[in-house]
Nanobody
């Protein structure tokens, strides 16, 4: 099983940017599609972005498409989420996940989450 640790969250003003990182332990990182999810207070966890094992295919939730970019560096066992033009609605705890497939619904492992706050 792969262990995941997120970092890079924080407080940013509307229109600002943040870059999240998710470091994975274990030699099986490249087996997994990776995803970013988020959960705002009082809401269910939702899919944000996903990337296949090789990094040449990505998918985004509609509200972040064009503003967020997911990428991965398999040599560093790390997946990233670059978030630009942040809006107050983007404030949430962000989680990275290793997935079994690209349905983005079957999870192998979760990180502990990192808080992002967007001030207006």
């Amino acid at each position: 099983q792969v262990r995941l640790v997120e970092s890079g969250g924080g407080l940013v003003q509307t229109g600002g940017s943040l870059r999240l990182s998710c470091a994975a332990s274990g030699r099986t990182f490249t087996r997994y599609p990776m995803g970013w999810f988020r959960q705002a207070p009082g809401k269910e966890r939702e899919f944000v972005a996903g990337i296949n094992w090789s990094g040449d295919s990505t998918v985004y939730e509609d509200s972040v498409n064009g503003r967020f970019t997911i990428s991965r560096d398999n040599a560093k066992n790390t997946v990233y989420l670059q978030m630009n033009s942040l809006e107050p609605e983007d404030a949430a705890v962000y989680y990275c996940a290793a997935l079994h497939d690209t349905t983005w619904r079957t999870f192998a492992s979760w990180g502990q989450g990192t808080q992002d706050t967007v001030s207006s």
